[in-house]
């Protein structure tokens, strides 16, 4: 791998990171890193006791995984996997929505905005 690929990886996960940071203070959760190299970043947002969301980048596979986890279930994801995004759809976590609405890319800030909204205002 080139030094500008791994610069522009890192930058990801930096990135990525930060903005974990920025959401787990304005919308008052905890954040839990659990892994971090180069290229990859494994966090957590604690939303209560039994419900988080989970953010997995892999830069060097091209990799991005958002999924909302409510009692070790997820029940909403977006993954990207080589370019190409795909939904699991709220509470039909099994199903793989390849839609135009399904593989319309989202940013981390506005995943855990619906993933809250989601857990707050649907999941009553």
Known sequence: MNILMADIMHE??????????DLSQSKNLTYQLL???QSILKARLLIEKNAFIQIYVNAR???ISYTLI??????YSKDCIYG????HPFKEPHFHDTSEIGKNPI???DFVIKA???Y???NL
């Open 116 to 118: 809250l909204y989601y």
């Open 70 to 75: 409510i009692n070790n279930q997820r029940t």
């Open 84 to 87: 190409v995004w795909h939904m």
């Open 35 to 37: 892994e971090k190299t």
């Open 120 to 122: 707050f205002e649907i």
């Open 107 to 109: 940013s981390v800030t």
């Open 61 to 63: 596979k091209n990799k």
């Open 12 to 21: 990801l996960i930096i990135k990525t990171e930060e903005k974990l940071n």
